[in-house]
């Protein structure tokens, strides 16, 4: 079992940039395959980018590649999620989330733990 606990949202203007933390407790974080997913008012949750066991390998959503890093600090036991170049558009509740099976995944039902969320607002 691990608990997630995301921190580093807020509102910025368009152009601007926001780190998010996704902190874990628990089991030890680093054998756990972990993603930041997200979701706009009225809409599904989309996945946005994801990291293995070790940090070595990355996927990013097209809407997001080349303007979000994820990385990862097994000290810590902490995955962050750089975002630059913020757009209205990337307005959304923003989870991390986390599974034991180091296979790349996109689809959030294989994903077994999930934090609360924190959220994200651009302006115009």
């Known amino acids: 079992q691990v608990q997630l606990v995301e921190s580093g949202g807020g509102l910025v203007q368009a152009g601007g940039s926001l780190r998010l933390s996704c902190a874990a407790s628990?089991?030890?974080?680093?054998?756990?395959?972990v993603a930041w997913f997200r979701q706009a008012p009225g809409k599904e949750r989309e996945f946005a980018a994801s990291i293995n066991w070790t940090g070595g390998s990355t996927v990013y959503a097209d809407s997001v590649k080349g303007r979000f890093t994820i990385s990862r600090d097994s000290a810590k036991n902490t995955v962050y999620l750089q975002m630059n170049s913020l757009k209205p558009e990337d307005t959304a509740l923003y989870y991390c989330?986390?599974?034991?099976?180091?296979?790349?995944?996109?689809?959030?039902?294989?994903?077994?733990?999930w934090g609360q969320g924190t959220q994200v607002t651009v302006s115009s």
């Open positions: 989330a986390a599974k034991s099976s180091n296979a790349p995944s996109q689809r959030p039902t294989t994903y077994n733990y």
């Open positions: 628990g089991r030890t974080f680093s054998n756990y395959y």
